[in-house]
């Protein structure tokens, strides 16, 4: 799929046609994922390219710097290049303030199409532990059904804490291990049992079984949501 660089709008030729269709095309695919029920990464990427079209509408000094700079000379003996400011410009900055304009509000479209995919996914999740829970469950395992199949995947996960813009953000990084076939003599709490006897490093984890009674792409949506599902389930 082709991506959007993270300032598409202002690179190059600045003509609303152009980037109107540059745009579309680009929406179009994603909603062709959407519309198969993957989410990711597109949707991180829709949110990424919204946040970012709103910081470059708002800040100035932002567009200021982002903004294409035209080369006018170079100093050689400083080997400095000397850069023009393309924003004094009014038709090209009228022909920008369109082109936002009209993508920010394709983009919120598109990203609620998203957005209401993912809550519908979220809400068909059931999360429970199974067996008793360590005091720690910073790490453990989780199990991932999907739909009505008997295959269970199960993962291991770490939960750390990271900071952006001053805020402390929660993460989960996760590991494939295998998938076991469910069965009324191989339960979740024997799975749980089998993965304790083989995996010595945790000989008290956390375990979570992740179910939903509908089917969805396990990597493009399913693993993800049910990922960020999780850290809420755990850290509330």
Not at 57 to 77: A, C, D, S, V, Y
Not at 178 to 191: C, G, L, V
Request: glycine share 2%.
């Amino acid at each position: 799929m082709k991506q959007l660089s993270e300032t598409w709008f202002a690179e190059g030729y600045i003509d609303f046609e152009l980037k109107k269709y540059t745009l579309l095309a680009y929406l179009q695919e994603v909603n062709r994922y959407f519309s198969e029920n993957k989410l990711y990464p597109q949707l991180a990427e829709v949110v990424f390219h919204y946040n970012n079209i709103v910081s470059f509408r708002e800040n100035k000094q932002f567009l200021q710097q982002q903004f294409p700079k035209k080369l006018t000379g170079i100093q050689l003996e400083k080997l400095q290049l000397l850069y023009e400011q393309m924003l004094e410009d009014d038709e090209v900055m009228a022909e920008l303030e369109n082109i936002i304009q009209y993508a920010e509000t394709h983009i919120n479209s598109t990203l609620r199409t998203g957005s209401d995919i993912y809550d519908f996914v979220e809400e068909k999740l059931n999360i429970s532990p199974v067996g008793l829970l360590p005091l720690d469950t910073q790490e453990g395992y989780f199990f991932l059904t999907n739909g009505n199949i008997k295959t269970t995947l199960v993962y291991h996960y770490r939960l750390s804490i990271f900071e952006k813009h001053h805020e402390k953000y929660r993460s989960m990084r996760t590991t494939f291990l295998d998938s076991w076939q469910r069965s009324i003599a191989n339960t979740y709490e024997h799975i749980k049992a089998d993965i304790i006897r083989n995996k010595k490093e945790l000989p008290n984890p956390a375990v979570y079984a992740i179910q939903t009674e509908l089917s969805f792409p396990v990597n493009e949506t399913l693993l993800p949501v049910a990922k960020r599902s999780l850290v809420k389930y755990i850290t509330c």
